[in-house]
């Protein structure tokens, strides 16, 4: 992490291509945050408040997001690989081809998100609301949905490999 760099994500909310990798910004207020291109990986997010924030495109491997408030946020192209976002508010957010393999998705609150073309292979989606999402040609490859809720839900070329769905049942659908 870059002392610069968290000075001014302090003093503007604004830093695209910052590195502020392994920090700890839990409890932040970074509503409407601008960290495009960002190296956050491994960065303590958790319980913050990123409503309306630009991460698109953002390396947010192995991050904790647990608790934190991402509405309406973009995350567009992100990497959450391994990452935590259990409890997370994620409503109306756009995750249009972002990375969350083996991310860990409990509980979150996923209403009318955007998650077309994203990779969710190994994701946990326990308990998950997922009420009118877009999951147009999502990869749920030996994803977890179990107890999630995909009312209205839009699964059109979603690949269901070895995915258990919320009642329980593994699909074998597109191995």
């Known amino acids: 992490m870059k002392h610069e760099d968290l000075e001014r994500l302090s003093s503007t909310r604004n830093c695209p291509n ?16 601008k960290l495009q291109d960002a190296n956050l990986k ?6 913050c408040d990123m409503e309306s924030s630009n991460l698109e495109r953002a390396d947010l491997y ?16 992100v990497n ?12 109306g957010v ?3 081809g972002a990375r969350l393999v083996a991310a860990s998705l409990v509980d979150v609150d996923l209403r009318f998100a955007n998650l077309e073309g994203a990779d969710l292979r190994k994701a946990h989606l326990g308990g998950a609301n ?24 839009e699964m059109d070329g979603a ?17």
Request: proline share 1%; glycine share 12%.
């Open 18 to 33: 910052g590195d502020l990798s392994g920090g700890d910004l839990s409890s932040a207020y970074l509503k409407g945050a």
């Open 42 to 47: 491994d960065t303590d997010f958790s319980n």
């Open 62 to 77: 192995g991050a904790n997001l647990d608790g934190t408030k991402l509405r309406f946020a973009n995350l567009e192209g």
């Open 80 to 91: 959450l690989e391994n990452a935590r976002l259990d409890q997370a508010d994620l409503h």
């Open 94 to 96: 756009n995750l249009k």
């Open 130 to 153: 997922l009420q009118e999402g877009n999951l147009k040609n999502t990869n749920l490859g030996a994803a977890s949905l179990k107890g999630a809720d995909l009312s209205f839900a």
């Open 159 to 175: 690949q269901l490999c070895n995915t258990t769905m919320p009642d329980g049942e593994i699909i074998y659908k597109d191995c």
